[in-house]
């Protein structure tokens, strides 16, 4: 069968434009024949995302972003189509968030952090998705902690230069003067006793100096007294002590013998002190002898009868001591 020019024309044109097409879509990212595991991600920004860009889990490359679309007209999000390279196992609760590329240095990526789910994301399902701060926003909430402590830092070097301009006012630096001719003086003061000449120190060390030359110029005089110090403790030692404390004590137990018999009834003594009886017949007996006696020189007559003393002393006899102004001597 002989094929005429025109459709030999007409294959070559739909070959050139099939190779075309391919051609086209292979550049953008995406393969005629691809059969490849297609999961999809709605972000609200997609950042500087590209298609082709690397999907990974783990820091380990398991796809590419396939396709990104709109979701509506008014752009309220971005589904991201991810084509799996890899035939993994995606747990069902695991979220995808863009990694932004840092100052054009490596490529947005897609991150996926896997989740515990016992099920598997299958080819048509969605990741959850969580939107990132971005480079900027994670700069700055990393530097945020460390803007904080340089204020803190600069608050306390203001407290401090403040402190240090009160330091060095008028009144402060009156009292700094003050303080330093104080020092000045104390110091005069210090270097005048601590003068070799005329120092009190040197005055001191002179004394001190005096005192052993003394003590040196009477070591023999100062020999001789310890010599007889020590012949006067051998002299005490050599003493017989123990007959004379024998003695003593010898003599302390009979005057303890006689207090106890004192203290007791024996004896004369010990009942006069310790019987009442006794004691009260005793002080009745020497009341009446001083009647007695006070009744005879005051009533003579009574007892004597000589005319020389005139008629006999009818007078009463005395119950108690006359009182001793009144009796006749």
Do not use: C
């Not at 920004?45 to 979701?71: A, F, H, P, R, W």
């Not at 299958?122 to 701060?133: A, F, I, N, Y």
């Not at 007959?243 to 137990?253: K, N, R």
Request: proline residues 2%; aromatic residues 4%; charged residues 20%.
């Amino acid at each position: 069968m002989k094929i005429n020019n025109e459709t030999k024309v007409g294959i070559l044109t739909v070959v050139a434009l099939g190779l075309l097409i391919a051609g086209f879509n292979f550049l953008k990212g995406k393969d005629i024949f691809d059969n490849k595991t297609k999961i999809y991600a709605v972000f609200g920004q997609v950042g500087d995302l590209t298609k082709s860009n690397e999907v990974k889990i783990n820091g380990y490359t398991i796809g590419t972003v396939y396709e990104m679309k709109e979701v509506d007209k008014n752009l309220s999000a971005i589904r991201v189509t991810i084509s799996l390279t890899r035939d993994v196992n995606i747990p069902a609760n695991s979220v995808a968030h863009i990694k932004s590329s840092f100052g054009g240095l490596s490529a947005a990526t897609i991150v996926i952090e896997k989740g515990n789910a016992t099920s598997f994301l299958q080819d048509g399902d969605s990741l959850h998705t969580r939107e990132d701060e971005g480079l900027l926003g994670g700069l700055a909430s990393e530097v945020s902690p460390t803007l904080s402590r340089v204020r803190n830092t600069l608050d306390t070097l203001n407290l401090l230069l403040s402190n240090v301009n009160h330091l060095f006012d008028t009144d402060a630096k009156k009292n700094l003067q003050g303080t330093i001719a104080n020092l000045n003086g104390a110091t005069h003061s210090l270097n005048r006793m601590l003068d070799a000449d005329n120092g009190a120190l040197a005055k001191t060390l002179s004394n001190v100096n005096s005192i052993t030359g003394n003590l040196k110029n009477n070591n023999d005089s100062i020999n001789e007294i310890i010599s007889n110090t020590k012949q006067f403790t051998r002299s005490l030692s050599g003493i017989q002590i123990q007959p004379t404390m024998d003695t003593l004590q010898a003599a302390i137990s009979q005057m303890k013998s006689a207090i106890n018999k004192i203290s007791s009834n024996e004896g004369t003594l010990g009942a006069l002190i310790n019987d009442k009886t006794l004691y009260n017949k005793l002080n009745d007996a020497v009341l009446s002898a001083e009647i007695l006696m006070d009744d005879l020189r005051v009533h003579p007559k009574r007892y004597v009868n000589i005319s020389i003393f005139g008629k006999k002393d009818k007078g009463g006899a005395l119950t108690s001591p006359a009182i001793k102004d009144t009796v006749p001597r």
